[in-house]
């Protein structure tokens, strides 16, 4: 087997397309060695062309990872994959900014995500390097972040879909089992050692040092800042197209542009440690 594979930037902040691999092939130790500091250097990877299934998909996930299911998207015959399947029915209704799952103790280090229906046009997702975002920062404001935490909260981040679910609906159990939890808002890479911005509009609520004014105002600062766009890329999908990110180093937006048109992707999630700040 073939061990070696090329990296292609995508971006200057952040993004590499990867080719030479066959992730639905099984991949030998050294690749997934090397494919997970390819993760941590790039942020984000991309693939093309990849026959994943769900079951392949997941196959693929515990080979770099302990797998962690999400609480709102089951697929039917593999709980650790998630459907995130948008028609004229049921439109998306996450449209905004987010690091995914930091509603837990400790957040996915990553998430891989295949395309199986895709819109003729349309339909892309944003990256944003977290790691950028703070390097842009000036020293001073640095140094007043190092030492704030943020709180995170499910209910906040799935409040659009909980107004439509009735009492009897999972998404309620998933409240009770995920109350808010409270993360430092730079976060210290456990790879690099770099530092990034670990706030998001989706899921954060409030700094919790702050007055109720003070914590808008610099989060809306801080998300604003984030999404920048020097510090993004931008991904066009395709049937077969694949994304690594690593949920530790960035944010993303899915695009909701393609009307009433069929896109259906899955999911895994790579399990996670807590969040640790600058000391």
């Not at 509009?201 to 600062?221: G, K, N, P």
Request: net charge negative; aromatic share 8%; with cysteine.
């Amino acid at each position: 087997m073939q061990t070696a594979f090329e990296l292609r930037p995508v971006a200057g902040a952040l993004g590499a397309e990867v080719a030479g691999l066959d992730l639905a092939g099984g991949l030998a130790v050294e690749q997934q060695v090397a494919l997970m500091a390819a993760l941590a250097e790039h942020e984000v990877l991309f693939f093309r062309d990849q026959r994943l299934d769900a079951g392949r998909l997941e196959a693929l996930g515990q080979s770099l990872g302990t797998l962690s299911a999400h609480p709102a998207y089951p697929h039917p015959d593999h709980p650790a994959v998630a459907v995130l399947e948008h028609t004229r029915e049921r439109p998306s209704k996450i449209e905004l900014w987010h690091t995914d799952m930091t509603f837990m103790p400790a957040p996915p280090l990553g998430s891989i995500l295949t395309a199986q229906v895709v819109p003729a046009a349309g339909g892309d997702t944003w990256f944003a390097s977290s790691k950028a975002a703070y390097d842009a920062l000036s020293p001073p404001m640095q140094a007043f972040l190092d030492g704030l935490h943020a709180e995170h909260s499910f209910a906040h981040g799935f409040k659009e879909s909980l107004a439509e679910a009735p009492p009897e609906h999972p998404l309620w159990a998933a409240v009770r089992a995920n109350p808010p939890v409270v993360h430092p808002v730079v976060r210290v890479h456990p790879v690099t050692g770099r530092k990034g911005l670990f706030v998001n509009r989706l899921f954060t609520t409030r700094i919790v040092e702050l007055s109720a004014a003070e914590s808008a105002t610099l989060l809306e600062f801080l998300w604003r800042h984030a999404t920048t766009p020097e510090f993004t890329c931008r991904f066009r999908w395709q049937p077969g197209s694949v994304a690594f990110w690593d949920n530790r180093a960035t944010l993303h937006r899915p695009t909701n542009d393609y009307g009433f048109q069929h896109r259906r992707m899955i999911r895994v999630t790579l399990a996670g440690d807590p969040p640790v700040g600058p000391t």
